[in-house]
């Protein structure tokens, strides 16, 4: 009111900051000078700088739960030149592999998303890093992914190292290599995609012959350190792969965490979208996770999981009882009917 200037004015209903948006525009670099006296320095609002939620979603997949994920969307596009194939010669999909429960026999899957199966797991990540290198974009990289620039070897890089796409097996026996020597966990598997995922995005990069191997290096050597609790140290990984340098290892980790941000938080619900989007993965590829006949000893133990989680729902329900109740809360109190005589 009066001489008074209000802080939330919208730049829209200002004809001096609307002239001010116009003098940006033309001169994107400014001075003190061009600042008037009466509007004071410009400074644009938090929410013109951020990305709208469907734009960041689509952005950054492994920060968002409810955008899809990379790697499930560039493996559509094989599946459904499979699916196509298939159906124009007339072919089957494949010897069902897949059990199913009868009356006699319950057969049960033990990989859950809070502690997935190691094996199918390390499977269904390096397919995943498969379809990125097959369905990639184009072949941008950075030198210090490189691997003819940083051997992780002594033995000869190949003149074709950066044409040749790898197959499934050679990218599951480098994984499986490092997760086995370094004792890691199914779970540290789904974090190192995540992290993969968040890098092509973040430094606008694509992971294709010459650059995956030290990409997905990078990305379990910072996964196994946020996951787990006794973190494999970078020397450990030297004596896994001999001929790599503690400074090199420490100069790429440095690197990863400068091209993440810095953004190494991986929130429930992303890490359970990646899960359950593993397991679509290895559904629709006739990946199966292995299932076991329920036995009696196993059976026990769900039996008695499900009584003690049982019993805490008693013990909550009772803690919440009041002896006294409120007049607002006799809706749901039903009164018996007297009977006369």
């Not at 298939?86 to 072919?91: F, G, K, Q, R, V």
């Not at 050679?170 to 540290?188: G, H, K």
């Not at 012959?209 to 990984?237: E, F, T």
Request: include cysteine; charged fraction near 25%; charge should be negative.
């Amino acid at each position: 009111m009066g001489g008074s200037v209000s802080c939330c004015i919208s730049p829209g209903e200002s004809p001096k900051i609307h002239r001010r948006e116009v003098e940006l525009e033309e001169c994107p670099i400014t001075t003190t000078e061009d600042v008037s006296e009466d509007t004071g320095t410009y400074l644009q609002h938090i929410s013109d700088r951020e990305l709208p939620d469907e734009l960041a979603q689509e952005s950054n997949p492994s920060d968002h739960p409810r955008a899809s994920t990379l790697f499930l969307n560039k493996s559509q596009t094989d599946v459904r030149e499979k699916r196509k194939s298939n159906y124009l010669n007339h072919m089957s999909p494949g010897q069902l592999t897949k059990k199913y429960s009868s009356c006699s026999t319950i057969f049960i899957d033990d990989s859950t998303v809070s502690q997935p199966n190691l094996k199918s797991t390390i499977k269904c990540v390096a397919l995943a890093m498969y379809y990125h290198i097959k369905n990639r974009d184009s072949n941008r990289t950075l030198d210090i992914f490189d691997e003819k620039k940083h051997p992780l070897t002594r033995d000869k890089v190949p003149d074709d190292y950066a044409v040749v796409d790898p197959e499934h097996k050679l990218i599951y026996r480098f994984i499986r290599t490092l997760f086995s020597s370094a004792q890691l966990t199914a779970e540290c598997a789904i974090v190192t995609l995540v992290y993969l995922e968040r890098l092509l995005t973040y430094a606008e990069m694509d992971i294709c012959p010459c650059n995956w191997k030290r990409i997905v290096l990078g990305a379990i050597l910072l996964a196994s350190k946020v996951w787990d609790d006794q973190a494999v140290w970078n020397v450990d990984y030297c004596q896994i792969l001999k001929d790599i340098t503690v400074e090199d290892m420490n100069e790429m980790e440095r690197h990863f965490l400068e091209l993440l941000q810095f953004n190494i938080n991986v929130p429930a619900s992303v890490y359970a979208k990646y899960y359950f989007d593993l397991r679509s993965l290895a559904d629709e590829n006739n990946l199966s996770f292995p299932l076991e006949p329920l036995r009696n000893k196993r059976a026990q133990k769900l039996e008695a999981i499900s009584r003690l989680c049982e019993d805490r729902y008693k013990d909550l329900s009772k803690s919440s009882m009041r002896r006294s109740v409120s007049v607002d809360n006799m809706v749901g109190i039903k009164s018996s009917h007297a009977v006369l005589s």
